[in-house]
């Protein structure tokens, strides 16, 4: 053994890949704690967004049932066409609509929102499904764009909706062709 001390190839203290591997645990472990919330409200008893987005989408829903009934209401010999689209289109609204018992939580002023304006339906049969066609692509876009910044499952049901709205669409205009 010489009596001299030889280099070391090795450095004090930790090494580089070892403080790589702490930093990507340390931002590993921080993400998972800010997703680990629930999501619902913020801290302040508001909805979240996401919960926002589904109110939206439940309300979209009631509007384009609004309008079906509306047309249904104007034109009865369209009911074999439209009663299956129509049920479906209840559907979605249920399906969007999470929480649809009141609760005291609830402003009083959604309770008491003024009665939506009466819809204005075309006058021919042609024109009336042309009408709804267009309502259902316009929704159907809509939730297309809404899916981008939705949540995972929020983001399915969308895509999923928006689809049957787009079919609805075709349906609806498929003799005009």
């Known amino acids: 053994m010489p009596s001299y001390l030889t280099p070391s190839w090795t450095r004090p203290g930790p090494r580089r890949r070892s403080l790589l591997t702490g930093a990507a645990a340390a931002a590993g472990t921080t993400l998972l704690a800010g997703c680990s919330g629930s999501g619902d409200s913020s801290g302040d008893g508001r909805p979240s967004a996401d919960d926002r987005l589904r109110a939206r989408a ?3 829903s009631a509007e384009l049932l609004r309008r079906y009934d509306a047309v249904l209401a104007a034109h009865a010999p369209l009911a074999g066409l439209l009663r299956p689209l129509r049920a479906e289109v209840a559907r979605h609204e249920k399906a969007f609509d999470a929480d649809p018992e009141p609760t005291p939580t609830k402003s009083p002023k959604s309770a008491k929102a003024p009665s939506p304006a009466p819809v204005s339906v075309p006058d021919g049969e042609r024109d009336a499904l042309r009408f709804l066609a267009g309502a259902e692509r316009e929704l159907a876009r809509r939730r297309g764009k809404q ?9 399915r049901l969308l895509a999923s909706v928006a689809a049957a709205g787009a079919a609805h669409a075709y ?7």
């Open 58 to 60: 439940a309300r979209d």
């Open 171 to 177: 349906l609806l205009t498929e003799d005009d062709k």
């Open 147 to 155: 899916l981008l910044d939705a949540p995972a499952e929020l983001a």
